[in-house]
């Protein structure tokens, strides 16, 4: 499947044995979703776990795999739901919120966001809501499971995966801003985009062609990432990167 830049309609439904059995109470019910994930993998597979719209009652509409190219699917398609990674390139996923708010607040038609990332980072959980996502679930979800909350959260409910709901209602409850990560606040957006791919062990040049920019940038980022956080290699970051649950 080539990468997608724009939606021309359902993006290739799979058939494969492994797709998701229809989640209770989907029948009759129908909604346009679009993926936003920076692995085409990835989206291949949710494609093929709940793009059967004759039996999962999902048509998935679009596809991205950074910011500019979400942002602009998203505008021509007008999906019901996003499912919205939150590490992307260009940003990020609050990135696409912040540049999707007049959607997201169409009182007629909105778009409705969902967080789908490995991430369970409270920064990262508190980030996309307080963004105006409507929940956050993480890639360990079953097929079945993500489609009930894709149509809970077309009707307008707030989901969550059970451990995540905590982070929300703390931060939420609380009349203090959330607890600040010294070291990671000393790093700029991109240097934080660019910590995260090195931790998840993207070369040099992929980074480059994931965030648009050079070698020589990703390297001068590397080189203050590490300056900054007062490490040596990337694998003291990788390790720094993990024990902060960032990648």
């Not at 009930?148 to 982070?167: H, M, Y």
Request: net charge negative; glycine share 10%.
């Amino acid at each position: 499947m080539s990468e997608p830049t724009e939606a021309n309609g359902t993006a290739g439904a799979g058939r494969g044995a492994g797709a998701a059995e229809p989640a209770a109470g989907t029948a009759g019910r129908h909604v346009r979703v679009v993926l936003v994930d920076d692995h085409r993998m990835f989206r291949t597979g949710v494609q093929a776990e709940i793009g059967q719209t004759g039996q999962t009652g999902v048509e998935v509409v679009g596809e991205a795999a950074d910011v500019d190219q979400a942002v602009t699917v998203i505008t021509a398609t007008r999906p019901e739901v996003v499912l919205l990674d939150v590490h992307l390139p260009g940003g990020g996923g609050v990135e696409v919120l912040r540049r999707c708010a007049p959607l997201m607040g169409d009182a007629e038609q909105p778009v409705r966001f969902l967080a789908l990332s490995v991430s369970d980072a409270a920064e990262d959980v508190i980030g996309v809501i307080r963004g105006g996502a409507r929940g956050y679930v993480t890639k360990t979800i079953t097929g079945a499971d993500l489609i009930d909350s894709i149509f809970r959260v077309q009707e307008g409910d707030a989901v969550f995966s059970p451990r995540l709901a905590g982070f929300v209602l703390d931060a939420f409850a609380s009349t203090e801003a959330p607890p600040v990560d010294e070291d990671l606040d000393r790093l700029t957006q991109r240097e934080r985009e660019v910590l995260r791919l090195i931790a998840r062990g993207y070369a040099y040049k992929e980074i480059a062609k994931q965030l648009f920019i050079s070698v020589k940038t990703v390297e001068s980022h590397v080189s203050a990432v590490l300056r900054k956080l007062q490490l040596s290699n990337r694998h003291e970051l990788t390790r720094w990167a993990t024990a902060r649950r960032l990648v």
